[in-house]
């Protein structure tokens, strides 16, 4: 057992706790603070920041240098990871780009899209977005109906994706879709990058039912893009897409273990503050939540064993899921439970504005949807960590 | 970061898994359910525990033993609960790091090697009957010449221990500390205590002003930190028996066939499985980390211990009601181990805390401070 980082990759972690403090303004502490911005506005300065800390270095960072990533090791990114949300700072704009497009165009890409993608995607030159679900294609994601035919050197894209992350600031999607009339269902498919800045794209926001719109839909008429611009072979994209969400389920444990952990912290000091932290059944729910969190650090030291010893996650990242997406849900469900009546108030007492801690409770619905159902990465585990029969 | 164990530590697992496989399996657990009027110490087994290192673990090599950590006691542990064993290892094991903790150099000099060679079966007792494991839960008291008077239980083992750590109050009731009882000394009542988990023998230990050695150094924080380390070694047993069951359920309903096809096929089992499966799995991180935290010396230790007996102590009670479940009527009945896993789990989940007492624990260290 060794849980310690390097001492290159702790002198790492000084360099970037010193840039962030002096990059991440007092004001950004504040909970709730990006929530009482413009959504707009608020997309614009991350944009901006995000950039600034990109040319400075501190983006890419476990990647190749020569792809415009810092070239550093799995542990600084996990220390990155940790230190980020340590210090504050915002949420990555480019979220489906930086943790799923790019670990994919990286391991199947070809050597020019490596080079045309990795580093505008750094700098937020290119917002991506993720064109995998459809009205008609959910948890059945091999049931996608969004045609590209060929016509030359180009695609021809019909159809409507949903559920699309950023998709009213996106400039380029990633999207599966099906390139061979009459193969079998994960046969046909193919993931194609197209430009979302053409007449036959149209992007809609979603309103969610926490009032945010993190989500839109994107609707294909027409729109083109060049052959080339296919990750993996045509006909590939169902293995490419599995490969990604790969990506997309084992996402960093140790920094969600950081910002569940603040959460907690927060949510005590609410009960605290409303006299009820005495209270026996709050205190078990809430120790039962703790339990699973720092299960939750653990497992994430244990991937990252796996990683540096050059094991691949697989199937387990479903297991990660479960564990960090269920905790957190729950984690809330144990706030409104504490505060029984109280819970739906948005201010509970004038000087207690739980509105911010309230968007984060909606947004835990969702987490167990997204990237794969719970139900979908119970039947992974099932089969394929426990081999029970299909 | 190398959160995991390394090649030695998981050859001495194989190793011990390997032995039981090969020389004590069900049948043989089975022998000693049965019997509940025995003594519940299969000497061939301890002989074996005691040529193969298992009770030398954690002695130190100037002492003998191996001089291994509570990371690897917890892989013995782990086996041991796999295999629902019997016998007195635990006792054993945590007489030793009383000693370890608390004992002089001449007082661990005496005892560790005897310890590590599997020549003195000890035990502990912790805690009043029906009280809390913690040190207001002690219910004996050190009266005039450190004589002891009070009662312990449940202790494991009492009949066949030939020394007991008991843990007792000072007269003024301030102060506690742990000491040597031979259970044959005069004033020394061992009531044997009838238990539906097979797997081991349980008593209660009356004193009636009976002579003691106090272990040298110790004090309230021995007595807290062996708590904390019977917890973690009871985690792992449990962590252990959790696996077992659940491999063994898995196994079982891919082959059982109803309706035309494997139970495992339906997605009522599959979801279930799948998140003990999670429950497991997390719940053998925090084992490991709390052994690893303790042997670290770790500033979040206490709350390591805490997470990884509650989690333990929960998924084994889930695992073990899910086998009897999955099974069916089979898992229900007496010739099936099922119940063997089953009544381990219920005896251990509430030894050395609950989960719910673990959980008190961590709200005090989480949400009072």
């Known amino acids: ?127 991506w977005c993720q064109g995998f679900s459809e009205p008609g294609a959910g948890s059945d994601l091999a049931a996608v109906s969004t045609r590209a035919v060929r016509d030359g050197d180009e695609f021809v894209v019909n159809g409507q994706k949903v559920w699309t992350t950023n998709a009213v600031h996106g400039d380029k999607i990633f999207a599966l879709v099906r390139t061979e009339p009459g193969a079998s269902r994960h046969r046909g498919l193919s993931l194609l990058f197209i430009d979302m800045h053409q007449p036959g794209v149209q992007a809609r926001p979603l309103r969610q039912m926490s009032g945010a719109s993190e989500f839109g839909e994107v609707f294909f008429t027409d729109a083109r893009a060049p052959v080339t611009d296919c990750l993996g072979e045509p ?112 201010a509970p007492t004038p000087d207690l504005d739980l509105t911010s801690m309230q968007r984060a409770a909606m947004w835990s619905r969702s987490v167990t949807i997204w990237g794969g159902s719970s139900q979908v990465q119970r039947n992974v585990v099932a089969e394929r960590l426990l081999g029970l029969p299909r | 970061m190398f959160f ?138 050190v009266g005039s010449h450190g004589r002891l008077t009070g009662v312990a239980a449940p202790v494991e083992y009492p009949s066949v221990a030939a020394r007991v750590v008991v843990a007792a109050r000072s007269a003024d009731g301030g102060e506690y500390g742990l000491y040597l009882v031979d259970p044959a000394a005069p004033g020394v009542w061992v009531r044997e205590l009838a238990c539906y988990d097979g797997t081991t023998r349980l008593g209660e230990l009356t004193l009636s002003d009976v002579a003691a050695v106090r272990l040298e150094t110790s004090g309230s924080p021995a007595v807290a930190a062996l708590l904390d380390r019977a917890a973690v070694l009871t985690a792992a047993d449990l962590v252990g028996v959790a696996r077992e069951a659940l491999t063994r359920t898995v196994d079982y309903d891919r082959t059982r066939m109803q309706f035309g096809v494997p139970v495992g096929s339906f997605q009522a089992l599959k979801h279930a499985l799948a998140d003990l499966h999670v429950g497991v799995r997390m719940a053998e991180h925090a084992v490991l980390y709390a052994a690893h935290a303790l042997d670290a010396g770790l500033a979040d230790a206490p709350l390591a211990v805490s997470v990884a007996k509650a989690k333990a102590s929960d998924v084994a009670l889930q695992v073990t009601g899910a086998m009897i479940q999955y099974l069916g009527g089979i898992g229900y009945s007496w010739e099936h181990e099922a119940h063997f896993f089953y009544k381990r789990a219920k005896r251990e989940a509430g030894l050395y805390g609950s989960g719910d007492e673990h959980r008190e624990r961590l709200a005090a260290l989480t949400i009072d401070s």
């Open chain 1, 1 to 127: 057992m060794d849980l310690s980082h390097t001492p290159e990759e702790e002198r790492f972690r000084g360099e970037l706790r010193d840039w962030l403090a002096g990059h991440v303004p007092q004001q950004w502490h504040r909970p709730g603070f990006w929530a009482s911005l413009d959504e707009d506005e608020a997309f614009r300065i991350r944009r901006e920041w995000e950039r600034e800390k990109a040319l400075t270095g501190f983006a890419g960072i476990a990647w190749p240098k020569e792809y415009g990533g810092r070239g550093g090791t799995p542990g600084m990114k996990a220390v990155y990871d940790e230190e980020m949300v340590k210090a504050h700072a915002p949420a990555t704009v480019n979220p489906v780009g930086l943790t799923f497009l790019a670990p994919t165009v990286m391991a199947v890409g070809t050597e020019a899209q490596k080079r045309e993608i990795i580093g505008p995607l750094l700098r937020n030159e290119v917002i």
């Open chain 1, 235 to 346: 006909g590939q994209g169902w293995d490419v897409a599995m490969l990604l969400l790969s990506f997309e389920r084992g996402a960093s444990g140790v920094a969600q273990y950081t910002e569940f952990r603040r959460s907690y912290d927060e949510i005590v000091s609410v009960l605290r503050r409303l006299g009820r932290a005495g209270d026996p059944v709050a205190r078990q729910r809430l120790a039962r939540v703790l339990v699973e969190l720092e299960c939750l650090r653990y497992h994430s030291m244990h991937v990252l064993t796996e990683v540096e010893q050059g094991r691949d996650l697989g199937f387990e990242a479903s297991l990660s899921k479960l564990q960090w997406s269920e905790t957190m849900q729950d984690m809330w469900e144990a706030f409104d439970d504490a505060l029984g009546p109280e819970a739906v108030l948005a």
């Open chain 2, 4 to 141: 995991a164990l390394d090649d030695e530590q998981r050859a001495f697992g194989a190793a011990v898994r390997g032995y039981l496989a090969e020389r004590f399996d069900l049948a043989a657990v089975r022998a000693v359910v049965e019997h509940p009027g025995g003594d519940g110490h299969p000497a061939t087994l301890w002989k074996a525990m005691a040529e193969q290192g298992w009770l030398a673990v954690r002695v130190p090599e100037q002492h003998d033993g191996l001089g291994q950590g509570m990371v690897t006691a917890q892989v013995v542990a782990r086996e041991l609960g796999a295999g629902v064993v019997p016998g007195p290892w635990a006792a054993t094991v945590l007489a030793g790091e009383a000693v370890l903790l608390a004992g002089s150099s001449q007082q661990q000099a005496e005892l560790l090697p005897q310890l590590a060679a599997g020549e003195l079966v000890a035990t502990v007792a912790l805690r009043g009957p029906c009280a809390r494991y913690s040190l207001g839960g002690v219910a004996v008291r």
